[in-house]
């Protein structure tokens, strides 16, 4: 028998406070359509998500990036000016004639428009059968990107995702939702539990 | 006034495992008997956590549609109950913090409470003074032993249970229990109960 029990006062307010709200038809259906108004369903097979989903963060770091990346246009145009040198010409390419090879390249035009960039996860891991990355990249489904297993059980996957912030896990075997142990992580405010965070794209 | 024996409802009104699937996977129907099960469970625990009960409804709405979007990352291993209660306590504390923020709003825990309505019948007046008696006392226990208190003695989850979804040791929780209900004990051991 809990002090509750015991003690008359405190059963008759945990009576009282246990009576339920009468049951609301009209709430729930308004609860229903908002709640479909703000999800689209995940779609085994479908395309790696290439819109983030969580606005206001996302779109912070657009904007940042954005800015950064013309920033950075801007000082590569100058030291192309400088220099004499191809900016747009990437590090690989051959030596211009001239000898002096190009130091910046230039930001290329999908990056500037938010476009995605391929980013490779890694998670050590010689138990499991079968992972998967999920995150807010791909609407947390695990049968968007099945990561592959190295002899030494190391697996590893590439997916492109849009430049920002992003949260998201490994799913191990369908089952156990783990942490990047690389990664910072930070609090979900859906789960109420802690995601590992990735910034890609950022200058 | 019957008194009903402590229990823990938590447990007595699970979904079955095939409704949470299909909800998963973005069944509506599905997700609509889930709010079928748990909304009134929530406005309960939304108005008695809420700086603002008039806040209830629309926080519970936004607890729900926070849960559809996160439906796909649910491991059945988790308990639906705590997951879904574990929104809700988060998006409470998150209403609390921006309403204490809003200088323009006079609303207080009190005034909220005393908004009952007149009434001619003798009995149905005494369980009003009552009823707003325990939500006034209620109001009084600090936000971190509400919540706890709530948890476990109104929504039934066990101390564990309040510890996975919370992250706070059993000790702890045990003693923000005892808490809180030795202040509505103080509080209402002068009321008419």
């Known amino acids: 028998m809990t002090d509750a029990e015991r003690d008359p006062v405190l059963r008759r307010a945990l009576d009282e406070l246990r009576k339920l709200p009468a049951a609301d038809a009209a709430a729930m259906r308004r609860v229903v359509v908002a709640a479909a108004a703000a999800r689209v369903a995940p779609i085994d097979g479908e395309p790696i998500m290439l819109r983030p989903r969580r606005g206001r963060s996302i779109r912070m770091w657009m904007v940042a990036g954005i800015a950064a990346a013309s920033a950075f246009v801007g000082f590569s145009l100058r030291a192309a000016w400088t220099s004499r040198v191809d900016v747009a010409q990437p590090l690989a390419s051959p030596t211009p004639a001239g000898g002096a090879r190009p130091i910046l390249r230039a930001v290329s035009a999908p990056e500037l428009e938010g476009a995605a960039i391929p980013h490779q996860f890694v998670l050590e891991n010689t138990g499991a059968h079968r992972i998967s990355i999920v995150g807010d990249f791909n609407r947390w489904n695990p049968a968007s990107a099945p990561m592959r297993r190295s002899s030494d059980g190391l697996w590893s996957v590439t997916i492109p995702i849009v430049p920002g912030r992003h949260m998201y896990a490994f799913m191990v075997d369908d089952s156990l939702l783990t942490l990047d142990p690389t990664a910072p992580k930070a609090r979900d405010p859906d789960l109420g539990t802690d995601g590992s965070i990735i910034i890609v794209g950022r200058p | ?193």
């Not at chain 2, 998963?24 to 889930?34: Q, R, S």
């Not at chain 2, 989850?157 to 702890?172: H, N």
């Open chain 2, 1 to 193: 006034m019957s008194s009903v024996p402590l229990q823990f409802p938590a447990q007595a009104a699970g979904l079955d495992s095939r409704t949470l699937s299909r909800a998963k996977l973005g069944d509506i129907d599905a997700f609509t008997a889930i709010v079928e099960a748990y909304h009134a469970r929530c406005v309960r625990f939304a108005r008695a956590m809420l700086r603002n009960p008039d806040d209830a409804e629309d926080m519970v709405q936004e607890t729900f549609v926070r849960l559809y979007r996160a439906l796909p990352r649910y491991e059945e291993r988790q308990r639906f109950e705590a997951w879904l209660f574990q929104i809700l306590g988060n998006c409470c504390r998150t209403a609390n913090t921006a309403f204490q923020r809003q200088a323009s709003r006079t609303t207080r825990d009190e005034e909220a409470v005393e908004r009952v309505p007149s009434l001619d019948d003798p009995a149905a007046q005494f369980d009003h003074e009552w009823s707003d008696a325990v939500r006034r006392a209620l109001a009084d226990v600090p936000e971190y032993n509400r919540e706890i208190f709530l948890l476990h003695y109104i929504e039934g989850f066990s101390y564990e249970e309040v510890e996975r979804m919370t992250g706070v040791k059993q000790s702890a929780l045990k003693m923000r229990v005892k808490r809180a209900s030795d202040q509505l004990r103080a509080r209402l051991s002068g009321e008419r109960p």
